[in-house]
């Protein structure tokens, strides 16, 4: 091949060092771990009546409490309900719980994020002042008082989520897009003559985003926490749905005689959560340039 | 010593604050579906009354004097009177406040107790076994809602062994910190977890750099060099992540006191909602606020007179 050819034959655009577009050949073991655990219960949330072997609210008097065993490998409760089977039901409630109760934050954030950063002044002036003020308030407490107004259920949850959530994602992009912005290719962008929109969304975003995507996974991991404390408060998902936190307040009095019907539903909680840390901690080995 | 401007440009920054959090807690309760005076009584109030107990509370008022005199009442210690046990709300915040600010504290005591000696040995057997396993370990345990945590805790402990009480609060001080262990070692798992995972990386840091190799040269004791040099200085950054933590400590209170049945703030908080007693919702959301962000102050004043250089 001759040099010119060789010059040829490579692609245009050269690949960015940073960002979405350096993931080839730097798979860690971590990303495929999680990637494989949210698969799972992303099969479970997408098609639980076919996985799990009955009803959810299917009572059966003939089996009530029962210990695990291979008609029932989770147990059953006191209306004689499979555990098995709702905690695989509760993996529709509680994944949509992380998905919309970030979705938003998630968009919002990224938009304001985007806004600071690209051009800073008296925006970032006040952004830095509603940082200040709702970062020092006691989320939990804010969420709950929010959600005790509006009254329980899942909606109020994603708006009193919602609310806050979106600031640590602006936050994340706005201090990205600052440095990035500065680089000689969003000053390239410019001579070029593209709308200010394009050299956002195409080239500044993509570069920017990292940070924010690694704690997206994060985030979806503790509002699965947040939504499953109200639920076992009795403000979030309301019973009879299966929701796992739900699910572990309904055993709560029968801990000690039956333990099996809070115990499964929070092991299927800690391992979700596992898997969007793994998901998380893998992007960021992936994805972040080592130092 | 610290530097003056810093102490002063970080009150400041509690205007915003405290402005913040005086309009959220105002427009939480204006949230509610008609009016908090007929949420209250529901059907058993004409028309008329309402009206004439809105004048007299000032909800007949435009949003923005309503606002200020909320603002007036807050400032002169007035935060209304609970629908349900008719007491001033204050009062009955201070009544509860204890058993929470005891378990706050005891689980923050905890969790450093917990965490210190495990990140050292974490940083010290960096990527060996024993460091995998304590950061495994922390890793589930992050993943646990706290509420879980504290169900498995009080059915092994307290309801199977029986060496913790079930619940409540005791009477004497010991009694109290008896009663609020399990508690405390409940909210501490998650301290513990976050301060553990940021001291191992702050310790990793410190032992690379060149005053503890120096320490080494002067033939310093390794213990001298461990606890002088190289906690000392990685203490620092976790004292900034301490005031966030303890805030997310106070909102685990809530879950924490349902589960062990601790009269404090957090439970009361529940009970509230529960008995849609509003004044108090306000008055709950109102204080923890203000203690939280003045903790965050006080951890942020903390690292800046133990590290000049955050104050720059």
């Known amino acids: 091949m001759t040099a010119a050819e060789d010059i040829l034959s490579r692609p245009a655009v050269r690949r960015r060092r940073f960002g979405l577009s350096n993931l080839r050949g730097r798979i860690s073991w971590t990303f495929v771990a999680g990637f494989l655990i949210l698969l799972a219960s992303l099969v479970l949330a997408i098609a639980p009546g076919l996985i799990a072997p009955y009803k959810p609210a299917a009572f059966d008097y003939k089996a009530i409490l029962k210990p695990p065993s291979l008609a029932h490998p989770f147990g059953s409760d006191n209306f004689g309900r499979d555990i098995l089977s709702r905690t695989i039901w509760a993996y529709r409630i509680d994944l949509q719980i992380a998905f919309f109760g970030t979705l938003f934050p998630v968009v919002f954030g990224t938009f304001v994020g985007a806004m600071v950063g690209y051009y800073g002044g008296w925006l970032e002036t006040i952004f830095g002042r509603v940082v200040d003020a709702v970062i020092t308030f006691p989320f939990l407490v804010l969420v709950i008082a929010i959600v005790a107004v509006l009254g329980p259920g899942l909606f109020n949850l994603y708006i009193a989520v919602s609310i806050v959530g979106w600031i640590f994602y602006a936050r994340l992009i706005a201090a990205e897009i600052k440095v990035q912005k500065r680089l000689d290719y969003a000053a390239a962008g410019r001579v070029m003559g593209y709308s200010t929109a394009r050299i956002i969304l195409r080239h500044l975003l993509p570069n920017a985003i990292t940070a924010a995507l690694i704690y997206w996974m994060t985030d979806m991991a503790l509002c699965i926490l947040l939504g499953s404390s109200l639920g076992y408060l009795g403000l979030g998902a309301q019973p009879p749905t299966a929701e796992w936190g739900v699910l572990i307040a309904d055993g709560k009095n029968y801990m000690s005689t039956a333990w099996w019907i809070s115990i499964f539903p929070g092991v299927a909680i800690v391992i979700t959560g596992l898997g969007f840390s793994l998901l998380g901690d893998g992007l960021s080995d992936m994805l972040r340039p080592k130092r | ?312």
């Open chain 2, 1 to 312: 010593m610290l530097n003056l401007g810093f102490v002063v440009r970080r009150l400041l920054q509690m205007i915003p604050t405290f402005v913040f959090i005086l309009v959220v807690t105002f427009v939480i309760v204006r949230l509610l579906p008609g009016d908090p005076l007929s949420a209250q009584a529901g059907d058993r109030v004409t028309d008329a009354q309402v009206a004439h107990a809105q004048a007299e509370l000032g909800l007949d008022q435009p949003m923005l004097v309503q606002f200020f005199l909320f603002v007036k009442h807050v400032l002169s210690g007035d935060l209304g009177r609970s629908y349900v046990v008719q007491i001033p709300v204050w009062r009955l915040i201070g009544q509860r406040l204890p058993p929470t600010l005891i378990l706050t504290a005891m689980s923050t005591i905890l969790g450093i107790l917990i965490a210190v000696p495990l990140a050292f040995v974490a940083a010290l057997r960096r990527d060996r076994v024993s460091d995998a396993a304590i950061r495994g370990t922390f890793q589930v345990g992050l993943s646990m809602p706290v509420f879980y945590i504290g169900l498995v805790l009080l059915t092994v402990f307290s309801a199977q062994l029986r060496w913790f009480p079930v619940g409540g609060y005791g009477d004497s001080m010991a009694d109290h910190v008896y009663h609020l262990f399990l508690p405390s070692l409940t909210l501490a798992v998650s301290l513990a977890a976050v301060l553990m995972r940021n001291l191992r990386t702050a310790i990793i840091d410190v032992l690379n750099a060149e005053y503890v190799d120096f320490a080494r040269a002067k033939g310093l004791m390794p213990r001298v060099i461990m606890i002088r040099h190289v906690l000392r200085n990685a203490l620092i950054s976790s004292v900034a992540l301490l005031g966030p933590t303890i805030g997310t400590l106070l909102g685990g209170a809530v879950i924490t006191e349902s589960v062990f049945a601790i009269p404090g703030v957090g439970r009361l908080m529940i009970d509230s909602i529960y008995g849609r007693d509003y004044p108090v919702i306000q008055g709950l959301t109102l204080s923890l606020a203000v203690v939280v962000s003045l903790i965050f102050l006080a951890t942020d004043l903390i690292q800046a007179a133990l590290d000049p250089r955050v104050a720059q």
